[in-house]
């Protein structure tokens, strides 16, 4: 008996502590990932990282504002929606490959925004965010969309490649148009929070009463997603902005503009990599990019 209790603590005191090393490594690793994620989808508007005296970790602005990382505090899924810090924005990854059936319901990646980030880059008023509109011909009607961080200039492109599609694959111009509204400062309904509508970074293509996940059955919401243009998503995928259709609360004719979300998907697509740096996925021959994961490792060392 005696033998088992020793062999008991034995085995308690071999693996304990290797588990929290290997915890504490994946966190850090996936606060690296996430940093490095934000300042490379916002370049123009993070400055750095910092770690505080206290331990926390924040995303520096050019304007000179942080950005808390993690509040540590332990939040329910409305909790993280109505309140996101940066770790809870980046938390669900954002799955690349097209879908196959309708997700989860409490998986929505990138539907938690973190509004201090996005203020900062497109317009902290609504007067500042209408200074940053600029029109954005589609080829299918002229629309509003904000110019910071090449938003408006990534959804041109977007809407150039779906036009010339659109000439060979004749279904792909139902999908497109009539555009149902690009930007439109509103609260969404029954919360306090902005649409991302209100910044101009965000497009509803063509609608179907079967879109949103408050106006039809999840039944129907599959039918709809189901049927939905792989290719159209793609595109929009490929110009940085999150699909609607990808989270259980569906919003199947919205796109936003989130390179965070795109590329976290896109670079660490599985989490922690063994015996790989943490920045592995990232392409490192670009000196920009090398800057940035060497400023991470300086502040967080
Ligand atoms: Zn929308």
């Not at 304990?16 to 123009?44: G, H, S």
């Not at 965010?129 to 977007?158: C, D, H, I, P």
């Not at 795109?262 to 599985?270: D, P, T």
Request: with cysteine; charged share 30%; proline share 4%.
């Amino acid at each position: 008996m005696k033998k088992n209790i020793f062999l008991v603590l034995a085995a308690i005191l071999f693996f304990t502590p290797r588990y929290l090393v290997k915890a504490e490594d994946d966190y850090n690793t996936v606060m690296k990932q996430d940093l490095l994620a934000i300042m490379i989808a916002y370049p123009e508007h993070v400055a750095g990282v910092e770690k505080a005296s206290n331990e926390k970790v924040y995303l520096v602005m050019k304007s000179g504002k942080r950005i808390l990382y993690d509040d540590k505090r332990n939040k329910n899924f409305e909790e993280k929606l109505n309140n996101p810090d940066l770790q809870d924005m980046l938390e669900q990854k954002y799955p690349l490959e097209p879908v196959t059936k309708l997700m989860d319901k409490n998986f929505d990646p990138g539907r938690a925004r973190v509004y201090e980030l996005i203020r900062e880059v497109y317009g902290t008023s609504r007067q500042q965010v209408e200074k940053n509109l600029m029109m954005v011909n589609t080829g299918y009607g002229v629309f509003q969309f904000n110019k910071q961080n090449n938003a408006a200039q990534e959804l041109r492109s977007a809407f150039t490649e779906l036009r010339s599609m659109a000439q060979t694959n004749k279904k792909i111009s139902a999908f497109i148009a009539p555009c149902s509204g690009t930007y439109n400062y509103r609260v969404i309904a029954g919360t306090g929070r902005l649409s991302p509508h209100s910044f101009g970074t965000a497009i509803d293509l063509s609608r179907d009463k079967r879109d949103y996940w408050k106006w039809a059955t999840p039944e129907e919401g599959e039918k709809r997603l189901l049927s939905y243009s792989k290719e159209v998503v793609e595109v929009f995928e490929n110009h940085n902005f999150v699909w609607g259709g990808k989270w259980g609360h569906f919003d199947i004719l919205h796109f936003e503009y989130r390179p965070e979300i795109i590329l976290k998907a896109r670079y660490f697509r599985n989490n922690v990599e063994v015996d790989k740096p943490w920045y592995y996925g990232v392409a490192t021959d670009n000196t920009d990019i090398q800057n940035k994961i060497q400023l991470i490792e300086n502040a967080l060392r």
